[in-house]
C-alpha cells in the first residue's frame, strides 16, 4: 500500500508542470540526486485502517533545493502544498478522499539546501475497483 500511494503522488508531482522541473523520488527509490538539482522526496510513512476498507495515511514531502534561490524555492514549495490541498485526481487501485495539512516548516539544511516539510494525513479507500460499494 504505502508504494502504491508514494507512485501515485510522485506521478502527480512528476505530471504537474512545476517550478524549475523537480526530480521526484520516493521513499524505496535508489536514485540519486545531485547536488544542485531541485527534488521532492514522498514518503508514505504509515497507513492505518479506520473501518472496512478506509484508510488514513501519514504522508511527508521533502522539497528540496539549493540555497542559491530562496525565491525559487519557496514557489515550488507552496505548488506541491497547492496541489496535494487541492482536488486530487483519481488513482489507479484506490481512491483518494482528500488530504489534510498537519504541519508545514522550512528551514536550512546542514548541506546548505533549502528543505521544506509538508506532513499530513491522506484518505484513501482501497475497496477495490472491479468490486464497487
Known amino acids: 500500500m504505502n508504494q502504491a500511494i508514494e507512485d501515485y503522488l510522485a506521478g502527480l508531482f512528476t505530471a504537474a ?3 524549475s522541473a523537480p526530480e521526484v523520488f520516493t521513499g524505496t527509490s535508489s536514485d540519486i540526486r ?3 538539482s531541485d527534488a521532492i522526496l514522498v514518503l508514505a510513512d504509515s497507513i492505518e485502517n479506520v473501518v472496512g476498507p478506509l484508510h488514513r495515511a501519514t504522508i511527508k514531502i521533502l522539497v528540496s533545493s539549493p540555497t542559491d534561490n530562496r525565491t525559487q524555492h519557496a514557489a515550488l514549495a507552496d505548488a506541491v502544498k497547492g496541489i496535494m490541498e487541492g ?8 481512491t483518494v478522499g482528500g488530504f489534510r495539512t498537519k504541519a ?3 528551514a536550512v539544511t546542514d548541506d546548505d539546501r533549502w528543505l521544506t516539510t509538508i506532513e499530513g494525513i491522506l484518505g484513501v479507500d482501497w475497496t477495490p475497483v472491479d468490486n464497487p460499494p
Not at 87 to 94: I, K, R
Open 34 to 36: 545531485p547536488p544542485e
Open 17 to 19: 508542470q512545476l517550478v
Open 104 to 106: 508545514h516548516a522550512t
Open 87 to 94: 482536488a486530487l485526481p483519481p488513482a489507479s487501485g484506490f
